[in-house]
């Protein structure tokens, strides 16, 4: 039974997936990714994880549409959190991915890797 923390993280942006996949391996952590909101809406729908780090503006279904539909069919594992991911300022869209069920959000352009480490511990 592998008792690492599973975390996913749906994200378009190759550069930053690659590099939150790498940085939260590197801390001891299972960590799967999506590269858009259908990939990362199914995976969360059939796999246990931790956390899902959810990026807002992604191709095919963004980070929004995505919590709708898991208020609609819930998320194979209860015990989830959602951190959503955005450079956005959109306090409106914030508010309504935490009325959707989300946990907390991540300005991506304000992290350095030692701080996203210490908000997904926050999470888990």
């Known amino acids: 039974m592998d008792s690492r923390k599973k975390i996913l993280i749906v994200e378009d942006d190759q550069f ?56 609609v069919s819930s998320p194979k594992s209860s015990q989830i959190n959602i951190v959503v991911l955005t450079n956005l300022g959109q306090d409106t869209v914030i508010k309504e991915c935490f009325d959707l069920g989300a946990n907390g959000y991540l300005i991506k352009s304000a992290l350095n890797p030692d701080q996203v480490l210490t908000e997904v511990k926050s999470y888990l």
């Open 16 to 71: 930053l997936r690659e590099f939150y996949q790498e940085l939260l391996t590197a801390e001891g952590y299972a960590v799967d990714t999506a590269a858009d909101g259908e990939v990362g809406l199914n995976k969360i729908q059939h796999n246990d994880y931790n956390l899902v780090l959810l990026d807002l503006m992604l191709p095919k279904k963004d980070g929004v549409q995505i919590l709708r539909d898991l208020k």
